[in-house]
């Protein structure tokens, strides 16, 4: 009888343990959202950079070009985090799974404790360590196909991030041969991509150190099932 009761301990730490993995990765897409929301405002400022560059004359189609590298990286940048949301839903989803199969895990541990002499006993040992292992298989695919990926989509991001920070370079360089009157509608364009461009870098570096959380988490509920499992057999 000891022993049922220390199972069932074990599997309620594991459902709780997986209700946590669920809850990071959804809050994964929290912080995508916030960067993509980041980017919105980077499409804001290309369109300012535009408008401000048409208004003052031809002699600043370098920033209006400029603008439109901002726009395009932008594009590119909203691209790419929509796939990483694509991404971040689908590992939640599978964790949601594996979630909603730990409660069948307690109905077998229930049915097993009153089972004693059953001769179905081994039946429903086996159907448990069936449910058991698909749980395990799971967190396996989440870790190894969704978070994989999405740790390559964080490479990207930093690299069009780098190519974001290269054109505020030649913003503040071309800003230096500007008039007053062109400074007064073109400086606070910069300083706003500049500081845009720390949140977007900062946020993004929540993200990466969040999900290098669930993985590592995910990979030790792997070796900790895979060590009951051994245990079990």
Not at 39 to 49: C, G, H, I, K, P
Request: with cysteine; proline share 1%; net charge neutral.
């Amino acid at each position: 009888m000891k022993r049922r009761q220390n199972n069932r301990h074990i599997s309620g730490m594991q459902q709780n343990q997986i209700l946590d993995y669920f809850v990071d990765c959804h809050r994964l897409r929290d912080r995508a959202n916030r960067l993509r929301r980041q980017v919105d405002l980077f499409r804001e400022m290309a369109m300012n950079s535009s408008i401000s560059s048409g208004q003052i004359g031809s002699d600043l189609r370098l920033f209006s070009e400029l603008a439109r590298q901002i726009n395009s990286n932008s594009e590119q940048m909203d691209e790419t985090l929509a796939e990483l949301l694509m991404q971040t839903t689908l590992a939640t989803n599978k964790l949601l799974r594996a979630f909603s199969k730990t409660l069948m895990l307690e109905k077998f541990d229930l049915a097993l404790s009153y089972m004693d002499q059953n001769p179905n006993k081994d039946l429903v040992r086996e159907a448990r360590g069936n449910v058991s292992n698909n749980i395990l298989q799971t967190m396996v695919s989440a870790e190894y196909t969704e978070i994989r990926a999405i740790q390559h989509v964080h490479h990207r991001l930093v690299h069009l991030s780098k190519r974001m920070w290269v054109t505020v370079v030649n913003l503040r360089m071309a800003g230096r041969n500007l008039r007053p009157d062109e400074e007064t509608q073109f400086l606070p364009i910069i300083e706003a991509i500049h500081k845009g461009l720390e949140t977007f870098d900062a946020e993004l570096a929540d993200l990466i150190s969040a999900t290098n959380l669930v993985k590592v988490a995910l990979h030790g509920q792997e070796f900790s099932g895979q060590q009951e499992a051994l245990h079990a057999a």
